[in-house]
């Protein structure tokens, strides 16, 4: 790396680490005021655990030669052997994308887990879930299949929000849900928090990139776009079905697209990231509906909002993927989509994507649900009713957000 790539990539990675007291913002914003600092520790508590962890040995995990199922445990255990600015800041990068997934699932299991049962759950999720999936992905199978995901929406939004399915069904559902109101307590937080992802998703997709480049460029540049091109979507669609636009699906509009246009952030052109939005922002709105008529109590739209859109980005990719999109010297070389020669026969980009995303929504759910399970036989999982009633706040940390 050049000295302006690895300047970008220290930023890049900064920015990303910002995300996570953005998204504990965005969630903690969407909860009731009992349980806001709940919410806050469960997201910042994944910084503190998963970069110790990552530094023993997820990183040598997720990203080790392993030629097999997962990456080789000691390869780089303790980070031996990591020394050069470009190792150094590959690791950085890589533990803010390992931290800031299973921060993404705590939006799910909100107002009613336990604080215990979640610190235990993070750190062998992580190993469990998070480490093979990534590895599969950026060195595994799927990389050796030519699966695109340029900066994580199979390993990242694919993988927590199917974990955050199987997580939620063995929880249970809230107190009262869904027949006693349960609105954001504050939605000032949720739009400080949204904008806080926004700024954060740049370096997020960009820095995916590796390099202050044309990938780099353009991964930024439709990642602003799909942003927009969300929002309008989701209030559009919210209006029609509603009767009005609201504070709170503009900044869902917003991130919801952020997810779809992850994966492809660094493989499309055009307006290519327009369609990416707008097919999130109205499509994810309809997939959060359907949790009280199956009866799954999704908090805060982890399922709806981050699987379902990591989904909508997948599969776009499938078809919009375009290496003319890049110039002759961007040294583009990838699958193209099925609407730009790639086809639509055995062995081309859609498929690829179409198995790969199947992968892990199978793996990714049959092993969270089991890790959920045997904690919960364990130690339990679920926060008592009078801790749930009290709040989490208080139950668990001693604490209150708010004084009289």
Not at 177 to 197: D, K, Q, R, S, Y
Not at 205 to 221: I, K, Y
Not at 342 to 351: F, V
Request: hydrophobic share 55%; glycine share 14%.
């Amino acid at each position: 790396m050049s000295a302006a790539d690895l300047a970008w990539m220290m930023t890049a990675t900064a920015m990303v680490l910002f995300m996570i007291p953005g998204l504990a913002l965005f969630y903690g914003g969407m909860v009731r005021s009992k349980n806001v600092l709940n919410m806050l520790m469960m997201n910042m508590y994944c910084v503190g655990v998963i970069s110790v962890l990552y530094a023993l040995f997820g990183y040598s995990l997720a990203n080790g030669s392993g030629g097999g199922f997962v990456g080789n445990l000691t390869a780089f255990w303790g980070l031996k052997g990591i020394h050069s600015a470009e190792d150094l800041v590959s690791v950085f990068f890589s533990m803010t994308f390992a931290c800031i997934t299973p921060a993404l699932i705590s939006g799910a299991v909100a107002d009613r887990m336990k604080f215990s049962a979640w610190a235990v759950f993070v750190p062998v999720w992580s190993v469990l879930v998070y480490c093979p999936v990534f590895y599969w992905v950026y060195s595994g199978w799927m990389h050796e299949w030519g699966v695109l995901d340029f900066a994580g929406g199979t390993a990242i939004h694919i993988n927590a929000g199917i974990a955050a399915l199987a997580l939620v069904l063995v929880l249970g559902k809230r107190k009262g849900w869904p027949t006693e109101a349960m609105p954001p307590h504050n939605l000032v937080l949720v739009t400080l928090g949204g904008g806080i992802l926004f700024f954060g998703w740049f370096g997020f997709n960009g820095g995916s990139a590796l390099a202050a480049d044309e990938f780099a460029a353009r991964a930024v540049l439709n990642t602003f776009v799909a942003g927009g091109a969300g929002m309008l979507g989701w209030l559009a669609i919210e209006r029609i079905r509603d009767g009005h636009a609201t504070s709170l699906g503009a900044v869902s509009g917003v991130v919801a697209a952020l997810v779809a246009i992850t994966p492809a952030a660094g493989f499309v052109g055009g307006l290519a990231p327009v369609v990416f939005g707008l097919v999130a922002g109205v499509v994810c709105y309809l997939a959060i509906q359907l949790k009280s008529r199956w009866g799954y109590d999704d908090s805060l739209d982890v399922v709806g909002v981050h699987m379902v859109g990591g989904l909508i980005g997948g599969t776009l990719l499938g078809l919009f993927a375009d290496v003319d999109a890049f110039s002759a010297d961007s040294g583009a070389d990838f699958q193209e989509g099925a609407l730009f020669g790639g086809g639509w026969g055995g062995g081309a980009l859609i498929w690829d994507q179409l198995v790969s995303m199947a992968a892990v929504l199978a793996y990714s759910f049959i092993v969270t649900y089991l890790l959920a399970r045997i904690l919960d036989a364990v130690m339990g999982i679920r926060a008592e009713v009078e801790q749930e009633q009290v709040g989490l706040d208080r139950a668990f940390h001693a604490e209150s957000a708010y004084t009289d």
